[in-house]
């Protein structure tokens, strides 16, 4: 019942992430709490496991060992393994591995994985892709499809079997750490809580992997344990603990368990919970915040403990909140308060036990029919008795007899002749026939799932039958399907806890490519965007700790033959829609089966309009608000630029006022000069320098076009009458004449 030892070796270190127990249990206690679990599991799975072991010998058979047969059919029939001389058939035609490889590879083409998805409103979908990709990557790093198939194989063979989640460091020069999901080959070597109710073990107290190994590996790997003579004089090994010691090895055995520890749980304001005595109960108690209400709680965690029934070896905790082993089950029973297990093979047994039987019939009547014996009448061989001897082994090429014999009155005897031999009759052809078809039937599968002609001459009635012997072990793939979602809840449980310090992590795709991602689990958000300064997201950093995702489980086809699907649909599409091309040719090429059609399809995309490459999953009305807004915005830089204009009008309009104040001060200012001077000088001095001021600035146009709004009014209309007063008779007629004579200077004494 040995397994591989390199998985009991790598959980020795999977230990490390938790810590050592720190209880007042007292170890002989823990001990004697172990063994009597052991001991219950062992008794529980003792009759099952018989059955279980002569389910996998029988679908093991063959010619060479013939344990398809009894031993007491063989002893009537002549027949000793290696020796079958003269002893009657006893053919082995082992038809039942066809029947389970048609289950498992069924499997194998139409493999289940789990998805995960969010579970609250803190879970973020793209977080549950990046657990989608790192769950694919542990399982391809661990070969899980290996894990997965034995599983499956000795599930679908005797009933039962078993996958297993383990850790390991990365190297041997960091304290980081991988998860492994590992393959348990002898399901044998499984002992777990025969209390439990659910398929996959989910709900399991405990479980045991044993392992038994020779004396002198056992004292090379564990060289601090105490001595095997120490062991073997305290009683290890006696009539309650025989299982644990013999005369050649020694048991040891990985003991997974729940500690059970009652706490109170605290509910403060704001709908915050902690556990009493923890380090956030103690702060809220510290701020004066007292409980609404509190409840006792069980707290559960899984330890780990490797024993040989005597002394506790290593004791660490377990990192996950589920025991790492999860069961497989084929078909299941119980009865009588016991529980049993049982495959694909355990019905079919008989029926193949009378298809060997009537093909070893009908051999043994076809080889008897050359030794049919020869008839004949006294007197005839006298002479020759040798050669009729041999006659039904040797080729004589001539017999004699003695042709003097007769019938006592004169008559010459006839030749002897040979026997009638037997032959076979057609109820033994039926039997046989009959005990085929019995095979199938306690299988359920038939010809046509079993790929072979039948009497279905339609597609849909062919597909009918394959759909019935799909249905007939359908069970198997969901129990299976079960399984798997279980361990990749457990992955998503344990990759916070492991994955617990920053670092890259490597995801892979549906169609295995490889990527990198980020990983920081002290950031307070599910998802970071760094975004550079034209803000577009330059790098995402992931924090899987935050929120809570749940897995959902999808069995089809492989990705391999998706994408053959894929690849005939698209390529009907682009056929009748030649502009496809401009827009999906990329994924066309990518799926192509051919070296270079993943770089093709790179360079294929550059061609794309990057528009349609985006990856864009918002939904429609935050893209149409989204546009909504930028229409606004575009409204708004337009009415910016208006009242940029506006006040850039205004700015201009300020300066023409200005300057026209200006030039107003500038003529008031010479007409008080020209009234300082007035009194010396004679009127007609006066109304000539007036009139050629005037006359020089209406002829410059300065004074009316310094003016903002105004116009040059037309000379023919009538002029303000605050102006009549001031401007001479003669200038307000018709047209302003120009003077009479040039503007008059000063008077010598009046310049300045």
């Known amino acids: 019942m040995a397994y591989d030892q390199s998985n009991m070796n790598l959980v020795g270190k999977v230990a490390d992430v938790g810590s050592n127990p720190t209880t007042n249990e007292d170890p002989k206690d823990k001990l004697s709490t172990m063994r009597s679990r052991f001991t219950t599991a062992l008794s529980a799975y003792s009759e099952s496991r018989e059955d279980e072991l002569d389910d996998l010998r029988f679908m093991a058979g063959s010619p060479d060992n013939q344990w398809q047969w009894p031993a007491d059919v063989l002893a009537t029939r002549g027949s000793v393994q290696g020796q079958t001389i003269n002893a009657r058939p006893c053919l082995t035609i082992n038809k039942l591995p066809q029947h389970v490889r048609q289950v498992t590879n069924e499997q194998r083409q139409n493999r289940p994985s789990g998805k995960v998805i969010p579970a609250d409103d803190k879970g973020d979908v793209e977080v549950a892709e990046i657990f989608d990709g790192m769950v694919r990557h542990i399982e391809y790093i661990s070969d899980a499809d290996v894990a997965y198939d034995t599983a499956c194989d000795n599930q679908v063979t005797y009933g039962e079997g078993y996958i297993r989640i383990l850790t390991e460091y990365c190297n041997d020069e960091t304290f980081d750490q991988d998860i492994r999901i590992g393959r348990i080959r002898n399901a044998f070597s499984v002992y777990m809580d025969p209390m439990i109710q659910d398929p996959c073990g989910s709900d399991a107290e405990y479980c045991f992997i044993t392992e038994d190994i020779p004396k002198a590996e056992y004292e090379r790997q564990f060289p601090d344990a105490a001595p095997i003579s120490s062991m073997i004089a305290q009683g290890v090994g006696d009539s309650s603990l025989s299982q644990w010691i013999n005369e050649n090895t020694i048991r040891i055995a990985e003991y997974f368990y729940y500690r059970h520890t009652p706490t109170k749980l605290n509910l403060y304001p704001g709908n915050m919970s902690h556990f009493d005595g923890s380090p956030e109960d103690k702060q809220m108690k510290m701020m004066g915040l007292k409980p609404i209400k509190s409840r006792m709680v069980d707290v559960k965690k899984v330890m780990w403990m490797k024993t040989n029934g005597f002394e506790v070896l290593e004791e660490r905790e377990w990192a996950g909140k589920f025991i790492p082993v999860v069961r497989v089950v084929g078909n299941e029973f119980e009865v009588d308060g016991r529980l049993y297990v049982s495959g694909l093979v355990r019905n079919a047994k008989d029926a193949q036990r009378m298809y060997n039987y009537w093909v ?393």
């Open 360 to 752: 070893s019939q009908e051999a043994e009547m076809l080889a008897l029919a050359p030794k049919a014996p020869f008839i004949g009448y006294g007197g005839q061989f006298e002479g020759y008795e040798q050669n009729w001897k041999t006659a039904n082994t040797t080729n004589w090429p001539y017999l004699e007899i003695n042709p003097d014999v007769t019938d006592g009155a004169g008559g010459v005897l006839p030749l002897p002749q040979r026997a009638q031999p037997p032959m076979a009759s057609s109820g033994l052809l039926q039997a046989k026939a009959g005990a085929s078809d019995d095979i199938k039937s306690t299988t359920g599968q038939y010809d046509s799932s079993l790929g072979a002609t039948s009497n279905e001459r339609s597609g849909r009635a062919i597909l009918a039958r394959e759909k019935q012997g799909d249905t007939g072990t359908y069970h198997y793939v969901d129990n299976l399907s079960r399984a798997i979602r279980h361990v990749t809840r457990q992955l998503v449980d344990m990759i916070p806890k492991i994955y617990d310090t920053e670092r890259i992590a490597r995801i892979v795709g549906l169609d295995g490519e490889v990527d990198m991602v980020k990983i920081n689990p002290t950031q307070p958000e599910a998802v970071k965007k760094i975004i550079d300064e034209q803000g577009m997201v330059i790098e995402k950093v992931y924090n899987p700790s935050v929120g809570t995702y749940d897995v959902v489980v999808t069995t089809g086809p492989s990705y391999m033959t998706k994408r053959q699907e894929s690849l005939d649909a698209m390529s009907q599409l682009l056929q009748g829609n030649p502009q496809l091309w401009s827009v999906a040719g990329d994924l066309f090429v990518k799926n192509m089966d051919w070296p270079g059609a993943q770089e093709m399809a790179k360079r294929f995309a550059k061609t794309i309009d990057p528009k349609l490459m985006q990856d864009d999953d918002k939904p429609p009305e935050l893209q149409a608000a989204e546009q909504q807004i930028q229409a606004m915005s575009q409204e708004l830089d337009q009415v910016h630029g208006m009242l940029q204009n506006v006040n850039k009008s205004m700015e201009a309009q300020d300066l023409q006022r200005k300057e026209f104040e200006a030039t107003i001060k500038a003529f008031d200012a010479e007409t008080k000069r020209l009234t300082a001077v007035q009194a010396s000088m004679t009127p007609e001095q006066i109304q000539d320098i007036v009139m050629g001021t005037v006359h020089g600035m209406i002829t410059s146009g300065d004074l009316i076009n310094e003016m903002p709004g105004r116009e040059m009014p037309e000379m023919n209309e009538p002029m303000p009458e605050q102006m009549q007063g001031q401007v001479p008779p003669e200038m307000m007629q018709g047209q302003m004449a120009p003077p009479q004579q040039p503007m008059a200077v000063p008077p010598e004494g009046m310049q300045q």
